[in-house]
């Protein structure tokens, strides 16, 4: 007897409970992975070619025996389950909107079984409620609540003894693992398990100690940069949460991982909020951008604001595909804030551009700096590019790794071009708004808009 697991944001073989389910339930185990254009469609060339990589990874680790193939799922699926006869087909569940649409219509699809075990949070979005049964809108009690609900160990998955289906037995038709998309020169992490659990191992001795003092610095590595691997399940989050102390960078650790289970318990209730205003008194706000939207638009993607913490962030971004979470969310509030564009062309370009691009981690974040989300930092607490700069670039190390212009000005000055002399500025842009004057305008509008109904 056969059983069939599709891979999805599952990557890997290590702790991987819907592995155990498909071990126990046959002898052999076809391992799939479908190539879905209406996922591959929108994703930007570095997270597709980070998944690719992956791919490559998975396949290796499984001997050359990963099918995968091109197609709907709700077609492909059931297809495959037939051509090896497998009575049940096994997935980590996926807790987004599309994913969760799209299972539904493959378990119609297959008539029978479409087995999900675990997911790619500790805790499944959803399980984790108030006493009424009602959802948490705020992180803090939710974080309380989720801590105290607790999560099994990691799952001891027995690979040796899988026996895999090797494809080439099969009569389907068999896809390459797509050759990487043009990156234009953004040079992204090593892919898959073993590079995700050796980051993970370096992280542990080198930088877990000093996590809760160094996680806002970008001028310091001071981060685990395992976004992209628990985008793509390289790693469970169980497997880290196992090894976290209780010494106050492990108990910051866990934290930043329980923001993201918390953005998927949000999402997994609300999945309007990956396009829309989680407090919809917030719509009126954004509903006509400014005639200058786009042009001001243009300018914060391509990183020529005139604030260089911004611009290095924007540039950070489009040439490594991934950016430091404090400047992340220092550039969304300069955008909806100081530029007044709507959150979700931001989120968008963020998608495109980011190698750990997410739709919990990504929409919501957005929405908890343009203060429309669930717990939102409130609407008047607008960052000040300037004075986040000099607080967590002290030195201006990080605004000189990543705007070249700006490469000969010494120390924090870095942080105040406008001060300097047009020689010493070189080519590099005066700010295109005032600070002060747009957080009073911003201001303005949340009064008009939000306050007052
Ligand atoms: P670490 O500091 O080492 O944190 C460990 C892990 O905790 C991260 O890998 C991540 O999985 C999780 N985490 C940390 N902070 C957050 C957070 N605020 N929200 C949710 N999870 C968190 N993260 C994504 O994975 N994908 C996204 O698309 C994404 N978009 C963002 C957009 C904005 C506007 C902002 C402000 C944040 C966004 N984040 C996103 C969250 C955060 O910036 C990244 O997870 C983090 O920078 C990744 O680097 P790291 O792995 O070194 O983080």
Redesign the pocket.
């Known amino acids: 007897r056969c059983a069939v697991l599709w891979f999805r944001r599952d990557l890997r073989l290590a702790d991987h409970p819907a592995l155990l389910a498909a071990a126990d339930r046959a002898d052999t185990v076809l391992a799939l992975y479908v190539l879905d254009e209406r996922l591959i469609g929108p994703a930007g060339a570095p997270r597709l070619a980070f998944n690719y990589r992956c791919l490559r990874a998975l396949d290796e680790q499984l001997g050359g025996r990963l099918l995968v193939v091109r197609g709907d799922p709700v077609d492909v699926v059931p297809a495959l389950a037939r051509a090896c006869g497998a009575a049940s087909v096994h997935i980590s569940a996926d807790t987004a909107p599309y994913g969760r649409e799209r299972d539904a219509a493959v378990a119609k699809a297959l008539g029978g079984d479409l087995v999900a075990t675990g997911s790619p949070y500790a805790v499944t979005p959803g399980r984790v409620r108030k006493q009424d049964g009602t959802p948490y809108r705020v992180f803090t009690p939710f974080s309380r609540a989720w801590l105290q609900h607790g999560w099994r160990g990691p799952a001891a998955t027995d690979v040796a003894i899988t026996r895999w289906v090797d494809p080439a037995n099969l009569d389907v038709e068999r896809a390459a693992i797509p050759a990487d998309p043009d990156l234009g020169g953004v040079e992204l992490p090593d892919a898959g398990e073993e590079a995700a659990l050796a980051a993970w191992r370096r ?1 542990r001795a080198d ?1 877990l100690a000093d ?1 809760d003092e160094r ?1 806002d610095r970008p001028d310091v590595d ?10 793509w399940g390289c790693v469970h ?1 169980r497997t ?1 949460l196992a090894d976290l102390g209780s010494d106050p960078g492990a108990t910051s ?1 866990r934290n ?2 329980a ?5 998927a318990d949000v999402l997994w209730h609300r999945p309007d909020t990956a396009r829309r205003n989680y407090d919809e008194r917030f719509d009126a706000l954004w509903w006509q951008p400014g005639p200058d939207a786009e042009s001001l638009f243009d300018t914060w993607r391509e990183g020529r604001t005139g604030y260089p913490i911004v611009d290095a962030g924007m540039r950070q971004l489009l040439h490594h595909g ?4 404090r400047v ?2 220092v ?2 509030s300069f955008l909806v804030k100081d530029l007044h564009v709507p959150w979700q062309w ?2 968008r370009h ?2 495109r551009h ?1 190698v ?11 929405q ?2 343009a203060g429309s989300g669930t717990d939102a930092a409130p609407y008047f607490r607008i960052f000040n590019p300037t004075t986040q700069g000099q607080k967590f670039d002290p030195v201006g190390d990080y605004v000189r790794a990543h705007v070249p212009e700006l490469r000969g000005i010494a120390g924090k000055a870095v942080h105040e071009p406008w001060r300097l002399s047009e020689a010493e500025r070189g080519d590099y842009p005066l700010p295109i708004v005032d600070h002060a004057v747009e957080r009073q305008e911003a201001l303005r509008r949340y009064g008009e808009h939000v306050t007052r109904r």
Do not use: C, K
């Open positions: 992280f930088g996590y996680r001071g981060t685990s940069m395992l976004s992209p691997y628990l985008r989050p880290l650790f930043e991982l923001w993201r289970e918390f953005h991934w950016m430091h979470n992340r969310m550039v969304a931001g989120a963020f998608m980011l750990d691009g997410d739709l919990a981690s990504n929409q919501l974040n957005w908890w700096v």
